[in-house]
């Protein structure tokens, strides 16, 4: 048990570490800029003395170091400035946008591990039969397909065709529940679609690898079913690289859902950070691309340490 | 093996005039190319005298040194003829784009020869290979010849707004009156070529530093893998966009980078973090060998250890990621481009051309679909010749 807590620690700082560097590249990547932001604020009107007096206001005149340690300690306690566009607090801007694309991931979440896993589990069992081959196929394709093409399919055929669903997710925090799933669904089917994909060709290919292994082979000889072996033998120890594809596949359902966002009009955090680059607002684009990086970083940490701790080797160590 | 042993364990080598008298006909056809305009554009010619010179030299060595056979001739011989048939055909049209041509020329040419070289391997292709080949072989040919297919010019306003199919325009045309057709055809041109140059650029950083550190372990290969990890702990899209947002229009020693260069350098560089790892792994288990201990020893440089011993044998592994990359950035691309932040319009671009046109789709117009297609068919092809060969050297191994 020691080592694994040991493993898990090193693991945990090693993160700490990088979300250290990565705020670092993020906040020195701005001010690699020619000019600063109250050039940039200050526009056509500025002369050197509104420069100097904004600078001061905005203690851009401080050493960078000093300046670092305020940001991230702001960033910390959620404060994170001024948007440059509206002059609104980023933290608000950005504080109801985070817990949409959260909502967004948690539904496409919940709609593509279970049928990722079963599939998985099915092609493994029935491989090189018909059935294994159309799924490699479908999921094959729908790994090349770009997934803005993924987004409009569904919308011309079930919002435009069939009328089934609104081509637009316009969602509001004053919504019931059940009417936010309804118009959540249609990004949440396409970022699905594309995760299912993943995931279930690496739970097909985890499976298939372990059948090779002597027990498998004892377990047959042992004149079990086909299904018993699976999902008895070979599963529980093909669950380390499952739970560690279906965490980044999570992390990536975070990341990946800028372009669902932008497609659906869904107001999440990742539409906000694409208007903001083209508008160049850089605080939020810092703001939100460090709420992304800290997503992506802690998920796949969680990814790490659970293979760790799933791994039989180290849970019972000779 | 000896020139002559090999002579004598092949069947009787074709008659080398086949080669000889088609390299004079290609070499004489590309001359006309490009004379004809010669009061025209006097340098452009000259430059194209250059270069159809020194493609007919490099053709000669590179054929005389493949392994031949008449048949194999006559396929490169008859389809290079049929090129130049179709090009004299349509001559007002071939005439107008010299280079165009050319460069049609040599695919046509290039993908003969390499049929040829390789067609032992091909004819056990299976079928999903020879669709991802036939797909990728139309793709490169019409990014190729793109001026001469379209019908319009990249840019050219040539009707009303969202015309129907049909007509004087074949796909209708888009939101500011431009052929669709030809938006599609140019867009195949740019999206391919700038993903290709990307994966390259991608490849030449990635395979360098990962086989660098693989090649001196130590220091280097701490740093350098402590750099990937933390740009590889970013999600690239959220890098680009944060990489784009800080460096548009950012100069140095006041010239304005290129959107495009910009563009290429980021995802090429974000990207070769993934090759950096497949390389650095291979090239880890590469440089354990006796074979490269042996170069060491009889004192090779870093530069030969790399390029001569650890490369080769690298290659296939490589050649697979290539693929796959490939199908990455070119996604990758697109979807920076449909969020408006990739090519910038004129240029044609398929990511941009969905954005700019979907609200057609709200009614029911598949029109916006076609480069989302386009986009999606390639890749699809690109997977299956991947699958096809990761199969085929994984199972040559297998086999020894």
Known sequence: MDKILKMVAQRLALGLLTMFVVSLIIFFAVNMLPGDVCQEILGQSQTPETVAACRRELKLDLPWYDRYFTWLVGILQGDMGRSLASQREISELIGVRLGNTLFLALVAAIMSVPVALVLGVLTALYRNSLFDRTINALTLTSISFPEFFVAYILILFLAVNWGWFPSISNISPDLSIWERIYRTSLPALTLSLVVIAHMMRMTRASIINLLASPYIEMANLKGLSRSHVIVHHALPNALAPIINVVVINLAYLVVGVVIAEVVFVYPGLGQLLVDSVSKRDIPVVQASCMIFAATYILLNLTADVLAIATNPRLMHPR | ?400
Request: net charge neutral; proline share 4%; with cysteine.
């Open chain 2, 1 to 400: 093996m000896t020139a002559t042993t090999m002579d004598s364990a092949l069947p009787a080598r074709p008659s080398p005039w086949a080669s000889r008298i088609s390299v004079a006909a290609v070499h004489f056809f590309v001359l006309v190319l490009f004379l004809q305009n010669l009061h025209a554009d006097t340098w452009l010619a000259i430059l194209g005298l250059v270069a159809a010179h020194l493609y007919s030299v490099i053709v000669l060595l590179y054929w005389r040194n493949l392994e031949r056979s008449t048949a194999g001739d006559t396929v490169i011989v008859a389809l290079t003829l049929e090129f130049m048939l179709i090009a004299i055909i349509f001559w007002d049209r071939f005439s107008l784009w010299p280079w165009s041509t050319f460069f049609g020329l040599f695919i046509v040419q290039a993908c003969a020869l390499l049929a040829v070289r390789f067609w032992k391997g091909l004819r056990k292709a299976p079928p999903t290979a020879w669709f991802g080949l036939v797909v990728i072989l139309l793709y490169v040919i019409i990014a190729a010849t793109a001026p001469i297919i379209a019908p319009f010019t990249e840019t050219e306003i040539v009707g009303s707004e969202y015309e129907a199919w049909g007509g004087k325009f074949l796909l209708g045309t888009d939101n500011l009156g431009r052929d669709w057709l030809t938006r599609l055809i140019y867009g195949a041109r740019n999206t391919i070529s700038i993903a290709f140059i990307t994966t390259c650029l991608a490849f030449f950083i990635g395979a360098l530093g990962g086989f660098l550190s693989a090649a001196l372990g130590g220091w280097t290969d701490q740093i350098l893998g402590r750099v990937v990890d933390v740009l590889m702990a970013i999600p690239s899209l959220i890098f680009a966009l944060l990489l784009l947002s800080i460096f548009k229009d950012y100069s140095v020693f006041g010239l304005t980078i290129h959107p495009m260069v910009l563009l290429v350098v980021i995802i090429a560089v974000l990207d070769s973090t993934r090759v950096f790892r497949l390389a650095r792994a291979v090239g880890m288990n590469i440089v354990v060998m006796d074979y490269v201990e042996v170069s060491r020893l009889r004192g090779e440089g870093m530069w030969w250890v790399i390029t001569r011993e650890i490369l080769p044998n690298a290659m296939p592994p490589l050649v697979a990621e290539f693929g796959l990359r490939f199908c990455f950035v070119f996604l990758f691309l697109s979807a920076l481009s449909f969020l408006g932040l990739g090519i910038q319009p004129p240029t044609a671009d398929w990511g941009s051309m969905v954005r700019d046109n979907a609200t057609l789709i709200s009614f029911g117009d598949i029109t916006p679909l076609l480069p989302a297609m386009a986009i999606a068919l390639l890749t699809i092809g690109v997977n299956f010749v991947v699958d096809w060969f990761l199969h085929q050297t994984s199972g040559l191994r297998d086999d020894h």
